[in-house]
């Protein structure tokens, strides 16, 4: 799950990590308000939406009085921000943060994230802070520090201090830039996060450092321990067909593409996207239809599939296990007669490779119905490569 920058700060202040005083908006009026109170000559107006790449993007805007404010949140608030990381459509901006505005001698970049290969916790840093991080990891990744942390000891003084000195800190910012990781970290590791990312962490001109930026993401396995974080969700922010799906107990995740699948369990979910892929389609989705796939499961999911247009074709590849074929054969047709028109036929082609328990029932009984645009697919390959044949075919 995610949260905006100054949700994250608010946690993060309650860890001790030192971050401008700000506040949210969520008008014009609150957002001069905000900044009256604030009372520095400079403030920040940041548009907040969950992605960055911001700055580059005109969401960011630096106000030397109180019109200026006026007029940057009145630009902001409503206006569709279409960064590096929204895709083509961007994000419409709800909310703004009020800042007081910095003085930046130097950006660094800093973050905790999960390490798979050595699992472990690793803290990154980069003298290269700002908004080209990604291009530094591509290009010249010896600029970036890494310390790894044992989950016994935790983040222990010598490495953040080794980093403190690999940064080139001046002297009197090396204790507060030691107390903004380890606060960072048992931030991390408090909330249960997935990651925590400053870019940029600033040194000012009176040698302070500080949080300018917030990016904390957190596991959703563990949000049951954070009643606190839960409530901070921003349902506006995430894919309406994936929060349609987590309320149907479907696992869905929606890929953009136009080829969309049903699949049972997630490894099989996955080699599907895989050779969807394979054979040259472009996957809508991720979805894993679970064990207990009721045809009323199945209709939902077809549902959500085909809204908005984005399909252009389904592939069901069921492996039937705890699922029955003939369930989700009876699925298939329920879903046709919610998704059609006239209830006889698919708006787009259905290819259904049925393997398992139950699989002749099922496909006996597809190969009966009168609906149209079900096709039959005897294997997973066979079936992956028709399906694509056919949205190809649809779309030149
Ligand atoms: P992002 O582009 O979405 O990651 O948004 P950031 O919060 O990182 O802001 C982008 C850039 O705006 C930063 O790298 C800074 O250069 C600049 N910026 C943000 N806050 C301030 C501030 O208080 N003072 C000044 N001078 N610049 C700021
Ligand atoms: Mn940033």
Not at 290 to 313: H, R, T, V, Y
């Amino acid at each position: 799950m995610n949260i905006h920058e100054y949700q994250s700060k608010q946690v993060l202040k309650s860890f001790g990590v030192n971050v401008p005083n700000g506040k949210p908006a969520f008008s014009v009026e609150e957002a001069v308000a905000a900044a009256k109170e604030i009372g520095t000559s400079v403030v920040v107006v940041k548009a907040q939406i969950h992605a960055g790449g911001r700055g580059k993007a005109g969401g960011v805007k630096l106000a030397h009085n109180l019109d200026e404010v006026e007029q940057f949140a009145k630009e902001l608030l409503g206006k569709v921000l279409v960064t590096k990381q929204t895709g083509p459509a961007g994000k419409k901006v709800n909310r703004l943060l009020i800042e007081s505005g910095a003085d930046i001698a130097k950006e660094y970049y800093l973050s905790f994230v999960v390490d798979r290969q050595t699992a472990k916790v690793v803290m990154m840093a980069s003298t290269e802070g700002g908004m080209e991080i990604e291009k530094v990891a591509a290009e010249t990744p010896e600029k970036i520090f890494k310390e790894y942390i044992d989950p016994v000891i935790g983040l222990a003084p010598f490495q953040t201090s080794r980093m403190a000195y690999k940064l080139g800190l001046p002297k009197p910012a090396i204790r507060p830039a030691q107390k903004l990781m380890s606060c960072l970290y048992n931030a991390f590791i408090g909330k249960d996060c997935s990651l925590a990312e400053i870019n940029p962490m600033v040194l000012t001109k009176d040698n302070d450092v500080m949080a300018l930026d917030a990016k904390l993401n957190f596991d959703d396995s563990a949000l049951y321990r954070h009643p606190d974080i839960v409530e901070l969700r921003d349902e506006t922010e995430e894919d309406p067909k994936e929060l349609e799906a987590a309320a149907a107990d479907l696992n869905y995740v929606n890929l953009g593409g136009d080829v969309a699948c049903m699949v049972n369990g997630a490894g099989l979910a996955m080699a599907t996207v895989d050779i969807l892929k394979y054979f040259g389609g472009d996957p809508a989705n991720f979805l894993d239809v679970g064990g207990d796939s009721n045809p009323e499961k199945i209709a939902k999911a077809f549902n959500i599939m085909l809204e908005g247009g984005q399909s252009k074709g389904i592939f069901v590849n069921i492996f039937g296990g705890i699922n029955r074929c003939d369930q989700v054969a009876e699925g298939v047709i329920a879903a046709a007669k919610i998704v059609s028109e006239d209830g006889k036929s698919m708006p787009v082609p259905v290819v259904v490779r049925l393997e398992g328990t139950n699989a002749e029932k099922g496909r006996e009984i597809l190969k009966n119905t009168p609906i149209k645009n079900v096709i039959m697919a005897p294997t997973m390959e066979g079936g992956a490569e028709q399906i694509v044949k056919l949205v190809n075919e649809a779309k030149a």
